[in-house]
């Protein structure tokens, strides 16, 4: 069994930064991917960033060179440095972990970029 907890999600104006956590516990492999997904209001959920065991990343075209990703190997934790935020951000970020052909995800943390 896997759990994923987030944190950072919140408030933020236009312009501004945000950094989201998404610790796993459990039975964790070696090998796993780990990103992050959004989903906006009457819209699919859609990949921002995603990260490999090895540090190998992809991002979504809308957020690259404002938003990087990272993790912690050690502590099973991923990261979204997210800044120059935009309305259009706004979303419920959840995390995911895939690994062994199944994908885990978090509750999901609400971000809302608003003057």
């Known amino acids: 069994q896997v759990q994923l907890e987030e944190s950072g999600g919140g408030l933020v104006q236009p312009g501004g930064s945000l950094r989201l956590s998404c610790a796993a516990s459990g039975t964790i492999f070696s090998f796993n991917v780990m990103g992050w997904y959004r989903q906006a209001p009457g819209k699919q959920r859609d990949m921002v960033a995603i990260?490999?065991?090895?540090?190998?990343?992809d991002y979504a075209d809308s957020v690259k060179g404002r938003f990087t990703i990272s993790r912690d190997n050690a502590k099973n934790t991923v990261y979204l440095q997210m800044n120059s935020l935009k309305p259009e951000d706004t979303a419920v970020y959840s995390c995911?972990?895939?690994?062994?052909?199944?994908?885990?995800w978090g509750q999901g943390t609400q971000v809302t970029v608003s003057s």
């Open positions: 995911l972990l895939r690994q062994r052909f199944s994908n885990y």
């Open positions: 990260i490999t065991d090895g540090g190998s990343t």
